[in-house]
């Protein structure tokens, strides 16, 4: 089983990036699906969520900026990031955990992308 995450890179405040994750080896129905970041010396943190059923959560840091969108037939999902800010600066994970409900805690997560740097300048 394997998470690929791509996408990330430099880019200047105000502007956007969409990171991707595919999944293989398995399908996800009826899992949940969540991109994590960490900055460094700060702990992981939830960005965005989505469940196998469509439900939507975001960390509050991003909810009027990010977009997480879930292909199940395809086994991806994508975040689309804007207006990014120097602050979300951060290795981006993309993370599954087999539950029909959100999990907000890296820990509950059994299945990890190797993750993609994202740059802001300022």
């Known amino acids: 089983v394997q998470l690929q995450a791509s996408g990330g890179g430099l880019v200047q405040a105000g502007g956007s990036l969409r990171l991707s994750c595919a999944a293989s080896?398995?399908?996800?129905?009826?899992?949940?699906m969540s991109w994590f970041r960490q900055a460094p010396g700060k702990q992981r943190e939830l960005v965005a969520t989505?469940?196998?059923?469509?439900?939507?959560d975001y960390g509050r840091s991003v909810e009027d900026r990010f977009i997480i969108s879930r292909d199940n037939a395809r086994n991806t999902m994508d975040l689309q990031m804007n207006s990014l800010q120097p602050e979300d600066t951060a290795v981006y994970y993309c993370?599954?955990?087999?539950?029909?409900?959100?999990?907000?805690?890296?820990?509950?997560?059994?299945?990890w992308g190797q993750g993609t740097l994202v740059t802001v300048s300022s």
């Open positions: 080896g398995r399908t996800f129905s009826g899992y949940v």
């Open positions: 989505v469940t196998s059923g469509g439900m939507i």
């Open positions: 993370a599954a955990a087999r539950s029909s409900r959100f999990l907000y805690s890296p820990t509950l997560y059994e299945f």
